[in-house]
């Protein structure tokens, strides 16, 4: 059940790895590691954040023994960076779909849910040297036993554990999830990786409210391009394109 570096290195093999039962931040150490000459595939990963993000500066909880923390090191063409999104959220469906979890879906541009609730969310991160891309940290979350129940977000998230009712070792969903992250790494900046992506997201067609930054838009939510960014259609017919926000559905 438990994350332990014994544990861990039997399911890395020859993969490189930093292991931290407690740690601010795996993406920070991944984001660091990047800057002192990562390879790619290595991955940090820890049993307790302290001081997790996640999108859009929010805090996002990783207590010790009830989660996922992890941030991959891929070294993309920079062309390809737009998509990292993507692949950690299709590495995530493509687990879930593993374990036979019905009615997933992608809350674009990144939430990964089951029946509408969320259990996993992905941060992407690069690291640039004037204009070359150094390498990006690709932050995954999964919930696989938080308890939510009695807190904010009862409503909104759920863990893989009751998603699957039965118990889960960590250790074991770690490898599966990096496994899908190297098959779907292959696809990197490809239009497969955009098709498959686009296919499990869970609201084209429907009218959405997306919160950005700067505004509250609302309309229907028409297509997402190759690249993740979204259109959406307001009621005057207008075409927006919108690069990142929040989705509400009204
Ligand atoms: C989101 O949904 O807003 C993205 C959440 C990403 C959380 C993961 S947990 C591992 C990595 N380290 C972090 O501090 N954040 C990401």
Request: aromatic residues 6%; proline residues 5%; charged residues 20%.
């Given at each position: 059940?438990?994350?332990?570096?014994?544990?861990?290195?039997?399911v890395?093999?020859?993969?490189e790895?930093r292991?931290?039962?407690?740690?601010?931040?795996?993406?920070?150490?991944?984001?660091a590691?990047?800057?002192?000459?990562?390879?790619?595939?290595?991955?940090v990963?820890?049993?307790e954040?302290?001081?997790?993000r996640?999108?859009?500066g929010?805090?996002?909880?990783?207590?010790?023994g009830?989660?996922?923390?992890?941030?991959?090191?891929?070294?993309?063409?920079?062309?390809?960076?737009?998509?990292?999104?993507?692949?950690?959220?299709?590495?995530?469906?493509?687990?879930?779909?593993?374990?036979e979890?019905?009615?997933?879906?992608?809350?674009?541009p990144?939430?990964?849910?089951?029946?509408g609730?969320k259990v996993?969310?992905?941060?992407?991160?690069?690291v640039?040297?004037?204009?070359?891309?150094?390498?990006?940290?690709?932050?995954?979350?999964?919930?696989?036993?938080?308890?939510?129940?009695?807190?904010?977000?009862?409503?909104?998230?759920v863990?893989?554990?009751?998603?699957v009712n039965?118990a889960?070792?960590?250790?074991?969903?770690?490898?599966?999830l990096l496994?899908?992250?190297?098959?779907?790494?292959?696809?990197?900046?490809?239009?497969t990786?955009?098709?498959?992506?686009?296919?499990?997201?869970g609201m084209?067609?429907?009218?959405?409210?997306?919160?950005?930054?700067?505004?509250?838009?609302h309309g229907?939510a028409?297509?997402?391009e190759?690249?993740?960014t979204?259109?959406?259609r307001?009621?005057?017919?207008?075409?927006?394109?919108?690069?990142?926000?929040?989705?509400?559905?009204?």
């Open positions: 059940m438990t994350v332990s570096n014994d544990r861990l290195r039997d890395m093999g020859a993969r790895y292991f931290f039962p407690t740690i601010g931040s795996t993406q920070d150490e991944a984001l590691w990047i800057r002192a000459g990562a390879p790619s595939g290595a991955v990963v820890a049993d954040q302290t001081r997790g996640g999108r859009q929010r805090v996002w909880q990783t207590p010790p009830v989660a996922l923390a992890v941030s991959a090191i891929l070294h993309p063409p920079p062309h390809a960076l737009p998509q990292v999104t993507m692949l950690g959220a299709m590495a995530v469906v493509a687990l879930l779909d593993e374990l979890v019905a009615e997933v879906d992608i809350k674009w990144n939430d990964v849910r089951v029946r609730r996993s969310g992905v941060l992407p991160e690069a640039w040297e004037g204009d070359h891309l150094r390498g990006a940290a690709l932050g995954i979350g999964i919930n696989v036993r938080v308890n939510f129940a009695g807190t904010p977000l009862a409503d909104t998230a863990s893989l554990e009751t998603a039965a889960l070792d960590r250790a074991e969903l770690l490898a599966a496994r899908h992250l190297d098959r779907w790494a292959a696809y990197l900046g490809t239009d990786l955009a098709a498959e992506w686009r296919s499990r997201l084209l067609g429907q009218s959405v409210v997306i919160h950005t930054e700067t505004a509250a838009l229907t028409e297509a997402v190759a690249d993740g979204l259109l959406l307001d009621a005057s017919g207008t075409l927006h394109r919108v690069l990142a926000g929040d989705v509400a559905f009204p």
